[in-house]
């Protein structure tokens, strides 16, 4: 992608991805050698099926269009570069997807891991704990009993007791996971700390350094950082 950049010569370069139904989106119009020529917002008749991956490339000149205010590049700037035949596209080969949400941020997870065992397998985790696309990093402890996947992620340091149950999750750096827990569809935060026989579930986030006592519910909880859960979350909300 910078290689294009900088071939082109233009002030900028967006990412773009095919999509099949591009009515949803605001799609990108470009000639065919990726220069844009407008954008359209949701088209009701067809005029092309690219939309704005999220990833751009600018050259430093950009700066000189934005004021020192609060400014939407997409809105703003974009379609003033376009004008002046300075911004290009680049079309993104493989998957994509918004992945600014939790559950789809597990989704996206799952997408990668399944790509990865059709294209890469040597880079997922193997052994008799294992089960399906997981990919758990090297440093990890993995208590006697525990079965982990499919679909999950562990980072450096992670410490996880006997019998833990893991499952379409995403287990971040320096956590440690009591002996016997479950966990399922969740994201569990840099260095927080998960008792023995604790079950978590449906999309529940815990921010950096939660601490959950033992033998805890915890359904769909969002947990901001350097919390504590001493009582079970029956319903999905919010702990700050």
Same mark, same amino acid.
């Not at 900028?12 to 359209?40: A, C, M, N």
């Not at 092309?48 to 939407?72: H, M, W």
């Not at 597990?106 to 880079?123: E, M, V, Y």
């Not at 997922?124 to 704990?129: Q, Y």
């Given at each position: 992608?910078?290689?294009?950049?900088?071939?082109?010569?233009?002030?900028?370069?967006?990412?773009?991805?095919?999509?099949?139904?591009?009515?949803?989106?605001?799609?990108?119009?470009?000639?065919?050698?990726?220069?844009?020529?407008?954008?359209?917002?949701?088209?009701?008749?067809?005029?092309?099926?690219?939309?704005?991956?999220?990833?751009?490339?600018?050259?430093?000149?950009?700066?000189?269009?934005?004021?020192?205010?609060?400014?939407?590049?997409?809105?703003?700037?974009?379609?003033?570069?376009?004008?002046?035949?300075?911004?290009?596209?680049?079309?993104?080969?493989?998957?994509?997807?918004?992945?600014?949400?939790?559950?789809?941020?597990?989704?996206?997870?799952?997408?990668?891991?399944?790509?990865?065992?059709?294209?890469?397998?040597?880079?997922?985790?193997?052994?008799?704990?294992?089960?399906?696309?997981?990919?758990?990093?090297?440093?990890?402890? $993995? =208590?006697?009993?525990?079965? +982990? #996947?499919?679909? !999950?992620? /562990?980072?450096?340091?992670? *410490?996880? %007791?006997?019998? &833990?149950?893991?499952?379409?999750?995403?287990?971040?750096?320096?956590?440690?996971?009591?002996?016997?827990?479950?966990?399922?569809?969740?994201? $569990? =935060?840099?260095?927080?700390? +998960? #008792?023995?026989? !604790?079950? /978590?579930?449906?999309?529940? *986030?815990? %921010?950096?350094? &939660?601490?959950?006592?033992?033998?805890?519910?915890?359904?769909?909880?969002?947990?901001?950082?350097?919390?504590?859960?001493?009582?079970?979350?029956?319903?999905?909300?919010?702990?700050?």
């Amino acid at each position: 992608m910078l290689a294009f950049h900088k071939a082109h010569g233009g002030e900028g370069t967006i990412l773009v991805t095919k999509v099949e139904e591009p009515s949803k989106y605001g799609v990108v119009v470009s000639d065919t050698t990726g220069k844009i020529e407008r954008f359209v917002e949701k088209p009701k008749i067809f005029v092309g099926n690219k939309i704005n991956a999220g990833i751009y490339v600018f050259s430093p000149q950009i700066l000189d269009r934005i004021e020192v205010k609060p400014t939407s590049i997409e809105k703003e700037i974009f379609p003033k570069m376009a004008e002046e035949g300075k911004l290009y596209c680049m079309t993104l080969d493989g998957f994509w997807m918004d992945v600014g949400q939790p559950k789809d941020f597990l989704t996206g997870t799952s997408l990668f891991l399944h790509h990865a065992q059709k294209t890469n397998p040597s880079i997922l985790s193997k052994g008799p704990n294992i089960r399906g696309a997981v990919l758990i990093d090297p440093s990890v402890q $993995i =208590g006697k009993g525990a079965l +982990i #996947g499919p679909d !999950v992620t /562990i980072g450096p340091g992670v *410490v996880i %007791g006997e019998g &833990v149950r893991i499952k379409n999750a995403v287990i971040l750096e320096g956590v440690s996971i009591g002996a016997n827990t479950w966990i399922e569809q969740s994201i $569990i =935060g840099w260095k927080s700390q +998960i #008792g023995r026989w !604790v079950r /978590i579930q449906n999309v529940s *986030v815990f %921010g950096k350094d &939660v601490q959950v006592a033992d033998e805890l519910f915890v359904n769909g909880a969002k947990v901001l950082p350097h919390k504590g859960i001493s009582a079970s979350v029956a319903e999905p909300s919010i702990i700050m």
